[in-house]
């Protein structure tokens, strides 16, 4: 499954304005009033140029690349060697750029800003999703995310090969312990979240086996098992399965690579990793024009 994909298929008209929204906006920041820079290079000077990668990745964010250098100059030419989702080799050529050198040299930041960020969205969430291979499990992410780019970054962890935990606030309900707490009981804040009768997904966060089994008991469909061991998953999911009604059973906290094809096999539905989208570590990408 894939939330993102629900709001934003991929290259509908609501991706591609996506896109050109948080390109313009991180243009506008970066420009301001103009590239001072840019205009030590002679206006009319045209030139080539590429986008190298500097280690193995998973590439991601192509669309606001070609955004980036778009709406800068809408005569820059950009021939893609590459495609979206592809795992790439350290100094391995990923595009071929041409137009004028000012247009160029203005728009390479934001470019390779969304490009490293996205693509290292999508490089830590397929080594999560190789991990577990051959499971039923499913790796997700959180809305741990870096502010204005969570649907970039959702977007970049369904290239990844993994799936959209709910998108926001009013995308599901998710009932944390203190939401337990000041409703009163599992029990009662399961069915304060029935009564809502909102239209969305309900899951609530359980951090013992005695608060799985008043869960289960008030109907919950959806458990988060929050910081398990493996033997307390184990557990959990006998629990869940000898149930008159099972519920979908997910995992999260203290997951790494390490540990997540453990966390896999003890037959857990979903693993959430905040991770994926808030300890982000830049891929190394640079953009070289050719000498004249």
């Known amino acids: 499954m894939s939330l993102f994909n629900n709001h934003y298929p991929s290259r509908s008209n609501a991706f591609d304005q996506l896109v050109a929204n948080q390109v313009q906006d991180a243009l506008a920041e970066d420009i301001g009033s103009g590239d001072l820079t840019a205009q030590l290079v002679p206006a009319s000077q045209l030139v080539n140029a590429s986008i190298v990668v500097r280690e193995t990745a998973i590439i991601c964010g192509i669309g606001w690349v070609n955004a980036c250098f778009k709406q800068v100059d809408q005569n820059v030419n950009i021939n893609w060697l590459i495609t979206e989702g592809e795992r790439v080799q350290a100094n391995q050529t990923l595009c071929k750029i041409t137009g004028l050198a000012r247009s160029l040299l203005t728009a390479e930041r934001c470019a390779l800003n969304f490009l490293q960020t ?122 869940n399965q000898a149930s008159i009604k099972p519920a979908v059973l997910e995992a999260s906290g203290g997951i790494t690579l390490k540990n997540v094809r453990e966390i896999a096999l003890t037959g857990v539905d979903r693993i959430s990793i905040g991770s994926l989208t808030k300890n982000v570590q830049a891929i190394d990408f640079s953009m070289r024009i050719d000498e004249i």
């Open 118 to 239: 996205l693509s290292a969205t999508a490089t830590e969430t397929r080594k999560y999703v190789d991990a577990i291979a051959g499971t039923q499990s499913q790796i997700l992410d959180t809305r741990k995310t870096i502010p204005h780019l969570r649907l970039a970054q959702k977007y970049a962890v369904t290239v990844g090969g993994g799936h959209n935990q709910r998108l926001a606030l009013y995308d599901g309900i998710l009932i944390k312990e203190n939401h337990i707490a000041a409703a009163g009981s599992i029990t009662a804040v399961i069915q304060q979240a029935f009564a809502l009768n909102a239209g969305k997904s309900i899951q609530i966060e359980v951090e013992n086996l005695t608060q799985l089994h008043e869960a289960l008991t008030a109907g919950a469909a959806n458990i988060l098992l929050d910081n398990f061991d493996t033997a307390l998953l184990q557990e959990a999911v006998k629990i």
